[in-house]
């Protein structure tokens, strides 16, 4: 079968991108605008790397600085509708725009002496140059990122200005327009706050990280590796989106750009195997979703947790992958007992990958492996980021067959040269060591065969997709800032404790219903930042823990993406299939199932995010949560062993949900009904109920 066959076409990709995802909605650019916006996006990483590697700024001029970039080039790049989006061409008003926000992004550097001097004290300028820039980023934010988070942060700045107007508990003092304004802009608690500083150090660097991966051909490795290893399995194809999905998740910072790129190979073979076309797009929407939760990109949120709550990002990447491996494992069971039940079979010799070629190309996985060790070797999430960078152009220098056979010695020589002399000197750590020896054994590349091109390429695509995280944080940055100013986040926090009588069950209902309303069509990083800062202090109000309640927030903000009506993931999804968006959008809340009990369980029980637990304690519950979900994928689609009757459905649901609830009586009654369940496939046979033991074959609605 042609690769062409499998896979759309890159046009129909990016059309489904930019109607999906409005990070994508870019202008087609030419000639000398195309070289300049080129050079501009160059020079943003090469000011982000220099900055936060060589010569650091002052918060507030670095800030402002990344800020400024983020303007100048969503104006040049983003129109300002989809109908504007013309070949080639730039309209007047996104120029001005575009100068305003160089002018914006050069304020604070250029009289950084006297804002500080003045201590808060605004003339006439400051107040026009922080209110242009307000206005700014809400029109840039809007362009590049959508309205949901554009509208939510305008209302945030009405109710700072019209507090006294507001009703009930909602009610403060107001904030007049000039302290609104210098809130926003001259303290690190607006747009210049938090948010905006996570974007211009961690996550910038990885989003470079991610580029450099996506260069060295990981993606597509990443797809043939996971044919390789599920694709002749039962209902091979969805196993291979899944698996896929979760790789692709570990560097990418979007789940319509996982959708879109993984899921442009996997649903035309699912379909093309007999999988109905809304469970094939569901099937992709859902585990494309899914790798936004799994380490170590985490969708950026996890970088964005380490200033929120205050914990090293080792921690929070280490207590998110059970939770992870469970929702995957929970999207696999689902899709394993639908292609029983429908007798879908996997792919055939003839499809599969050169099982030998393929794992030739193992190395290209040593990027990944290489950021988790260093991450969790102490280094700091800054300096692993480089460190990913320059193992993954070594990596990427390894197809190059002359590479493969004399730079690894110059490697080998100078590593092993600077771990002796570190050795014998103290001069130099082991990591030290290799570092060095990456950086030397690349210059030595560079000097012989000139190919700088990737490398630039990369720098370029990393600063492109920075843009949306640029505009999003700057629009949260307005969020947080009133919440701060009002104290708004403790009276929504107390309103929904109240409206749960204090119970939690009740109060964690009620907070999962506004994480996912504020998720509805904002990407990750935003919807985290939203969600964190107004539903998570209901839960430590309660006293939960700050991860466990971060943690909770944070799934049901990357749920919203798959739950209807707005769910732009299973709406992309839909357009790769050519299936109903909404009925997608059901299959995939469906088959993710899991994202909706798993935050649950680890609030309940926090041994799930490896919080005080022992190595035997934690197996116990990571074993009754797998069997709990086992029985409510059966439950849900009606197939174990054989099709279920709708008395066994309703049992084996209710043991799943009693083993997920952790405690020791409910695990006792849990496994109990789920030995029941078991017994009852095999005790009552077709004879008694009338159904076959299997259905194979069967074909499936196209």
């Not at 690769?3 to 030419?30: C, G």
């Not at 070289?35 to 020079?43: G, P, T, Y």
């Not at 060790?373 to 999430?381: A, D, N």
């Not at 009925?583 to 909706?596: D, E, M, Q, W």
Request: aromatic share 12%.
């Amino acid at each position: 079968m042609s690769k062409k066959d499998e896979t759309l076409s890159t046009e129909k990709q990016q059309e489904i991108m930019q109607k999906y995802d409005p990070e994508s909605s870019v202008r087609e650019l030419t000639g000398l605008l195309a070289k300049i916006v080129f050079f501009i996006l160059l020079a943003f990483s090469i000011y982000q790397l220099y900055t936060t590697t060589l010569n650091p700024l002052p918060a507030q001029i670095h800030r402002s600085i990344h800020v400024g970039f983020g303007l100048v080039l969503i104006f040049l790049l983003f129109p300002a509708t989809k109908k504007n989006r013309i070949k080639g061409k730039i309209a007047w008003y996104d120029l001005v725009l575009a100068i305003l926000g160089f002018g914006v992004g050069a304020y604070w550097p250029l009289f950084y002496e006297d804002i500080i001097t003045r201590a808060g004290d605004m003339t006439t300028l400051d107040f026009y140059v922080g209110l242009l820039a307000v206005l700014l980023v809400l029109e840039a934010t809007r362009r590049a990122v959508g309205l949901p988070i554009t509208i939510i942060a305008a209302l945030f700045l009405v109710y700072a200005y019209w507090g006294r107007q507001m009703p009930g508990f909602l009610i403060h003092r107001g904030v007049n327009l000039d302290s609104l304004v210098q809130s926003m802009f001259f303290t690190t608690e607006g747009i210049l706050g938090t948010p905006i500083a996570v974007s211009s150090t961690f996550i910038f660097l990885f989003l470079l990280f991610g580029a450099f991966l996506v260069k060295t051909g990981v993606g597509q490795y990443f797809n043939d590796l996971a044919v390789t290893l599920a694709g002749k399995r039962t209902g091979g194809p969805a196993k291979v989106a899944i698996f896929s999905s979760a790789l692709q998740g570990t560097i990418s910072g979007s789940s319509v750009a996982n959708v879109v790129t993984s899921g442009s190979f996997t649903i035309p073979m699912m379909k093309r195997l007999g999988y109905r076309r809304e469970f094939a797009g569901g099937v992709e929407a859902a585990a494309s979703t899914g790798g936004q939760l799994m380490p170590p990109i985490m969708g950026a949120a996890a970088f964005l947790m380490i200033e929120f709550i205050g914990m090293d990002y080792w921690s929070i990447a280490k207590a998110a992958t059970i939770p992870a491996l469970l929702y995957f494992t929970g999207v696999w069971i689902m899709t394993h007992f639908e292609a029983k039940r429908t007798g879908l079979r996997g792919l055939s010799d003839d499809q599969m990958p050169n099982r030998k070629e393929v794992f030739k190309k193992i190395y290209l996985l040593l990027p990944i492996v290489a950021i988790v060790f260093y991450l969790s070797s102490g280094l700091s999430v800054m300096r692993a980021a480089i460190y990913g960078i320059l193992t993954t152009i070594l990596v990427g220098m390894m197809r190059e067959e002359k590479f493969r056979k004399i730079y690894p010695i110059v490697f080998g020589i100078v590593a092993v040269g600077m771990g002796i002399y570190g050795s014998l000197t103290g001069a130099f750590s082991a990591t030290s060591s290799l570092v060095t020896a990456t950086i030397i054994t690349i210059l030595v590349s560079y000097l012989f065969d000139g190919n700088f091109k990737e490398s630039i390429e990369a720098l370029v695509d990393g600063a492109r997709t920075a843009l949306g995280v640029v505009a999003a944080t700057a629009a949260a940055g307005i969020i947080v800032g009133v919440v701060t100013k009002t104290g708004l986040g403790l009276k929504l926090a107390n309103s929904l404790v109240s409206l749960a009588n204090g119970e939690i069950l009740l109060t964690l209902f009620f907070t999962m219903l506004a994480a996912i309303i504020l998720g509805m069509g904002s990407p990750t990083t935003a919807n985290y930042i939203i969600t964190s800062t107004i539903a998570a202090p209901a839960l430590i109000l309660l006293g939960i823990a700050d991860l466990p309640a971060h943690m909770f927030v944070f799934y049901f903000g990357i749920v919203a993406d798959i739950t209807p009506p707005v769910a732009l993931a299973a709406f992309a999804a839909s357009g790769v299939a050519s299936s109903e968006p909404i009925r997608t959008g059901v299959n995939a809340a469906k088959l993710a199932i899991a994202a909706f009990i798993i935050p649950y369980m680890f609030v309940l029980e926090p041994k799930l995010l490896m919080i005080d637990t022992t190595t035997m304690e934690l197996l116990w519950i990571i074993f009754t949560a797998i069997c709990g979900m086992l029985a409510i994928g059966a439950g849900l689609i009606g197939y174990w062993f054989r099709e279920l009757m709708w008395f066994e459905r309703i049992i084996s649901l209710a043991g799943g949900l009693t083993l997920i609830y952790p405690g020791g009586y409910s695990d006792v009654i849990g496994l109990s009904v789920f030995a029941l369940i078991l017994g009852l496939q095999f005790l009552l046979k077709r004879d008694k109920l009338g159904v076959p033991v299997e259905r194979r074959g069967r074909k499936a609605r196209a």
